[in-house]
């Protein structure tokens, strides 16, 4: 159990294992979402300048593989952490897709961006909502320029990372759910975490992740599982999951 004091201010970092028993698969296990496509040939600015509907019509296909998909208990028992914490808690994921919203959580710092939301890549439009697929043709904006997906890709700086880093700062719990640890900065924010305000550091997955040294505990199992029984929630005033 992972005990959380009213003094507590808790940061939760997620992957894509949380959303794994929703249907979504992860990157680097069995069956990954890249196997088949070479990460670079889809998702870095190199890409995107040597075939953009190459890259459109990869991301067409994960915005069409979301459909049906929901939230899992791990998702529901991090809403209800945020509900018990209010401010006192922030999430941030790497995660593209929505289920978090879904499953009743506000306010999370999606880093690596959004599935179902596109952008300029040349004016300063800022992104908006965007669920529809392009499988024959990149879409172009009003000044031209080419209407690309807001995904953070490789080689490119995630988002929000003033936010993200001042609440590493001053969180006392960082936990980290269903990631591989080895795509960056994302699997240096434990450290970042004991660092700076000595906080206690636990991960929550099948496996130890690669940059286990950096945590305190490992909960290993599956979240949907493991989430909702890792909190007491009558201490947090809150109703078990
Ligand atoms: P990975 O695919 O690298 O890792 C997924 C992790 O989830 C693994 O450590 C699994 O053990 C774990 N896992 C699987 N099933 C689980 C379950 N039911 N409950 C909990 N954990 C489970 O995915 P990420 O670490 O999220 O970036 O990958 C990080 C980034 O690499 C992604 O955001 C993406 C990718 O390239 C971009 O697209 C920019």
Redesign the pocket.
Known sequence: MIDISTNDRVFVLT????S??SGLP????AG?LWRGYR?EDV?SPVAWARDPLMVWQFYSMRRKAHSEKYPNP?HYALAKLQEALGDRFFMCT???DKLHEEAGSRGVVHM?GRLFQSRCDTCARPPFEDANTYEDNVPRCACGGQIRPH????GETPYEMDAIERELRRCSVFMA???????YP?AAFAAQARRSGGARTYY????E?ANRALFDECYLG???ELLPRLFHWSQLGAVAV
Do not use: Y
């Open positions: 992957g894509a294992g949380v794994a028993e992860t990157f680097r296990g990954g990460v998702a791990a790497q995660n593209v690596h995904i953070c890709w490789f759910v269903g990631t591989s640890g080895v795509v994302a929550v997955g099948p496996e992740p599956l979240a949907g």
